[in-house]
């Protein structure tokens, strides 16, 4: 059976919230651009606190090395239930890390909270939680919901979107970062072996708090800055919704 094929999403507010209150969050929180990482003024359109990120980062050589050396002696992910910290999603659809990306951002954070009763992402965690990560990603592929959600939401970027072909990387890819229920930051990304730790952050800490920055988007940048590298990624945040 030939690998089911999504179209690439961007990575702006208005597709992501189309697509989350599509699946089931609420309208209290939204997405919001990231303009800067450092300056106070642009930061400060941003409510906190800052629940998730969803960032998509060039799939440059450097960083295609660091994440094969990390992985490299993992072993397969193999948890499941609730007693995990986080619900992990392997990516076996082409082109569908933005709305995995995306699902990362709302089970996992505060957000979870904020998922409607008997919507799809309800569904979706309920069916995924007790299943190993081959199983739990059958769910995502099974989901007729997911795929019509992720579909519409595919209409509404800036430029036209390319008929999907292939689920080869566009060049960039999708990356979640959480603060999970244990208070440590999680990195999120269907492609690697399984969750990332990246350790605790303290109860005032959000995700975008220098601490969280350091830990995660900022050491991606700080390895792709020291070699030169390609910086032009783009974020968005999850947070309260001010209107």
């Known amino acids: 059976m030939a690998k089911k094929l999504f179209t690439v999403l961007e990575n702006n507010p208005e597709v992501m919230n189309h697509l989350a209150q599509a699946l089931g969050l609420d309208t209290n929180l939204s997405f919001y651009d990231i303009y800067s990482l450092t300056d106070p003024d642009l930061l400060a359109f941003i409510p ?17 090395e660091a994440r094969q050396s990390e992985d490299k002696d993992k072993a397969e992910y193999a948890g499941k239930g609730s007693d995990e ?22 089970l996992n954070s505060e957000a979870s909270g904020h998922i409607k009763p008997d919507s799809t992402l309800e569904q979706i965690r309920k069916d995924a939680l007790p299943k190993t990560i081959w199983d739990r990603a059958q769910v995502l592929e099974d989901s007729d919901a997911f795929e019509k959600a992720h579909a519409e939401a595919a209409k509404l970027g800036d430029t036209a979107a390319p008929t999907p072909q292939s689920d080869e990387h566009t060049g960039q890819h999708f990356v979640a970062f959480v603060k999970a229920r244990d208070g440590h ?59």
């Not at 906190?48 to 295609?64: E, F, K, N, Q």
């Not at 619900?87 to 995306?102: D, E, V």
């Not at 990304?189 to 959000?206: I, N, Q, T, V």
């Not at 988007?217 to 001010?242: Q, T, V, Y």
């Open 48 to 64: 906190r606190p800052v629940y998730a990120l969803l960032v998509i980062i060039p799939l440059t050589p450097t960083w295609h």
């Open 85 to 106: 910290p986080v619900i992990w999603f392997k990516q076996t659809i082409g082109n569908a890390c933005g709305s995995i990306g995306l699902v990362h951002c709302l």
């Open 185 to 243: 930051l999680w990195e999120l990304e269907g492609a690697r072996k399984g969750p990332l730790d990246r350790g605790a952050l303290k109860d005032d800490e959000d995700v975008l708090s220098p601490a969280a920055l350091e830990k995660g988007l900022g050491r991606l940048i700080k390895i792709e800055s020291e070699r030169g590298g390609d910086l032009r990624f783009s974020a968005i945040a999850l947070a309260n919704n001010l209107d």
